[in-house]
């Protein structure tokens, strides 16, 4: 639930986070643009998806953030009073689903298009997760906006299994698919998946603080930290982590590109070469 009040401290902890998320995201979206060259021509799409999906993060952060500053108002000069809810205004947390709706199905398929797996396979994976991802954000909005326990324990239940699923296709399926894939890449990988699991819990956790006895504006200030700090390293980290892999699998392609951009070391060599 929202909060009547925020204390100085309290509201300008959520302002400059809400900043940090809009920096981080947007100068990430420009980078990954930017790196296009740096990678061979066939991963190039993974990391417009990834800069798209920072992209999209970016600019729902710009209206959560003008949302936040509407909502809480002072009469203290120099911003060191208490903050209270403007009247006939209310902090959208739906900015925040709507954002999760568009990127979280895209984290996923900007993995799989990085991999460059067969396409029977990528679009097998790409049917499984795209809809289970964008079913757990749909089955949690209802209970994130609801003041009831057992609405919030029913739908947070709901969103869990599509959850369960995405996690058996990324630990166990897919991992059936990367025995091709050079060891540098198996190992990134591995990382990425472990990066998603833990960013992603931190969802289900703010999720839960008022059924766990936390609330007023001290959980409320927790949840929205948890969930900026979440963003960052599931959308800006993870996408770096996507470039990495790009470049790796350029390189282990491309012998030629790789000496040219200096980073064959430590990359397997390409399969072809190796069985001639």
């Given at each position: 639930m929202i909060p009547d009040q925020l204390t100085s401290g309290q509201y300008q902890t959520v302002y400059n986070l809400f900043s940090l998320v809009i920096a981080a995201q947007l100068f990430t979206a420009l980078y990954l643009v930017a790196a296009q060259p740096r990678v061979l021509a066939r991963y190039r799409q993974a990391l417009l998806v990834s800069a798209t999906v920072c992209g999209i993060a970016a600019y729902h952060y710009f209206r959560i953030f003008n949302s936040f500053r509407d909502s809480f108002v002072t009469d203290a000069t120099?911003?060191?009073?208490?903050?209270?809810?403007?009247?006939?205004?209310?902090?959208n947390e739906g900015y925040r689903y709507v954002d999760w709706f568009l990127t979280v199905p895209l984290l996923l398929v900007e993995l799989v298009v990085v991999l460059a797996?067969?396409?029977?396979?990528?679009?097998?994976?790409?049917?499984?997760?795209?809809?289970?991802?964008?079913?757990?954000?749909?089955?949690?909005?209802?209970?994130?906006?609801?003041?009831?326990?057992?609405?919030?324990?029913?739908?947070?239940?709901?969103?869990?299994?599509?959850?369960?699923?995405?996690?058996?296709?990324?630990?166990?399926?897919?991992?059936?698919?990367?025995?091709?894939?050079?060891?540098?890449?198996?190992?990134?990988v591995s990382k990425m998946r472990i990066l998603l699991f833990a960013t992603w819990g931190v969802y289900p956790i703010a999720y839960l603080l008022p059924l766990l006895g936390f609330d007023g504006?001290?959980?409320w200030v927790g949840k929205q930290a948890g969930y900026s700090i979440a963003d960052i390293l599931a959308k800006c980290l993870y996408g770096l982590l996507i470039y990495r892999i790009a470049r790796l699998k350029s390189f282990a392609d491309d012998p030629a590109f790789a000496l040219e951009e200096g980073g064959h070391e430590g990359v397997d060599a390409p399969r072809s070469r190796v069985n001639a």
């Amino acid at each position: 639930m929202i909060p009547d009040q925020l204390t100085s401290g309290q509201y300008q902890t959520v302002y400059n986070l809400f900043s940090l998320v809009i920096a981080a995201q947007l100068f990430t979206a420009l980078y990954l643009v930017a790196a296009q060259p740096r990678v061979l021509a066939r991963y190039r799409q993974a990391l417009l998806v990834s800069a798209t999906v920072c992209g999209i993060a970016a600019y729902h952060y710009f209206r959560i953030f003008n949302s936040f500053r509407d909502s809480f108002v002072t009469d203290a000069t120099g911003g060191n009073g208490v903050y209270t809810q403007a009247p006939g205004e209310s902090f959208n947390e739906g900015y925040r689903y709507v954002d999760w709706f568009l990127t979280v199905p895209l984290l996923l398929v900007e993995l799989v298009v990085v991999l460059a797996l067969a396409k029977k396979l990528q679009t097998s994976l790409l049917l499984r997760l795209v809809p289970a991802s964008a079913l757990m954000i749909l089955l949690g909005y209802p209970g994130e906006i609801s003041d009831s326990d057992a609405t919030r324990n029913i739908f947070g239940l709901l969103s869990t299994i599509p959850f369960l699923y995405i996690l058996f296709v990324l630990f166990v399926e897919l991992t059936r698919s990367l025995d091709r894939q050079p060891e540098t890449v198996r190992n990134t990988v591995s990382k990425m998946r472990i990066l998603l699991f833990a960013t992603w819990g931190v969802y289900p956790i703010a999720y839960l603080l008022p059924l766990l006895g936390f609330d007023g504006a001290t959980a409320w200030v927790g949840k929205q930290a948890g969930y900026s700090i979440a963003d960052i390293l599931a959308k800006c980290l993870y996408g770096l982590l996507i470039y990495r892999i790009a470049r790796l699998k350029s390189f282990a392609d491309d012998p030629a590109f790789a000496l040219e951009e200096g980073g064959h070391e430590g990359v397997d060599a390409p399969r072809s070469r190796v069985n001639a």
